[in-house]
Structure formats: structure tokens, C-alpha cells
């Protein structure tokens, strides 16, 4: 009965219009360059300014690394694909999507986990003498998340 594009930006039949998805995708593309930037700059002050050589940073480095890595090889082929509505690319580029998507989701959780654990171990035990609690540990601890 209702031929045309309904007043919500979905197509009757086809899920969103073509315009909605050029808007989501047009806001998925600038939020993957701010994140690009942004975590490049964290990662950028983080190393080159001594003074923020801690334990702490090192996680969040880790953290800038895990989206740096989603947004820059991941987001480029999920905004094609959303807005085209079609795989554009050939199965061994949608398996290496799929990998990179799983090891960066795992890399940030992981990351929190072990983040969690030394903020629970600094808060609960504040003068104990931890020994590993070094930045050149916790960059072997995240060398070893990503393996």
C-alpha cells in the first residue's frame, strides 16, 4: 500500500535507505580518523615525555595500539560493506577482518583485566613492595596479550 520511503529512513522492504547509510557511514569514517589521530597523539606523548613512562601509561598505550589497529584495518571494509550493503573484497580479506576484529576486542579485554587487577593490588595493597609492577613488565605482560 505505501510505496515509497517511509518518514523513519528505512526503505519498506530493504532495511535503511541509501541516505542513512551514507550518514552512518560518513559518521563512522570521522570517528575513525578522530580515533586514528587521537590515540596516535596518546601514544606519541606517552613515549616521548619521560615523565609519563609508568605503569598505567603502559597499559593505556596498549589500549591506543588494540584501536588504532580496529579502526585503521577494520572500520575501512565494515563502512563499505554497511553502506553498499555487498562484500565488496574476496574471502581471505573477510577472514583477516574477522581475526583482526576477534584479536583487538581480545587484546582491549585482556588489557582491562590485567589493568583491573594491578589497580586492585595497588589499592588493597598500597605499601606492599610489588616487584612487578615495573613499565618494562607490564610491556612484556602486553607483548604477551598479543601473542
Not at 532495511?15 to 596516535?40: C, D, E, K, M, Q
Not at 609519563?52 to 563502512?79: K, Q
Not at 553502506?83 to 583477516?96: A, G, R, S, V
Not at 583487538?104 to 594491578?118: F, G, K, N
Request: with cysteine; net charge neutral.
Amino acid at each position: 500500500m505505501n510505496n515509497g520511503n517511509s518518514s523513519s529512513g528505512y526503505d519498506d522492504d530493504d532495511g535503511p535507505s541509501l541516505h542513512t547509510r551514507l550518514v552512518f557511514a560518513s559518521a563512522w569514517v570521522l570517528i575513525a580518523v578522530a580515533g586514528i589521530i587521537g590515540n596516535t597523539l596518546v601514544i606519541v606523548v606517552a613515549i616521548r615525555y619521560e615523565k609519563f613512562s609508568n605503569v598505567t601509561n603502559c597499559f593505556i598505550v596498549n589500549l591506543a595500539v588494540t584501536d588504532i589497529v580496529f579502526l585503521a584495518f577494520c572500520m575501512p571494509f565494515l563502512v563499505v560493506q554497511y553502506t553498499f550493503e555487498h562484500w565488496y573484497f574476496n574471502q581471505t580479506i573477510c577472514k583477516l577482518l574477522n581475526f583482526t576484529s576477534f584479536v583487538s576486542v581480545l587484546v582491549t579485554v585482556l588489557t582491562l583485566v590485567i589493568m583491573t587487577i594491578d589497580r586492585y593490588i595497588y589499592v588493597v595493597h598500597p605499601f606492599e613492595d610489588i616487584k612487578w609492577r615495573k613499565p618494562r613488565t607490564v610491556f612484556l605482560l602486553s607483548l604477551i596479550i598479543w601473542l
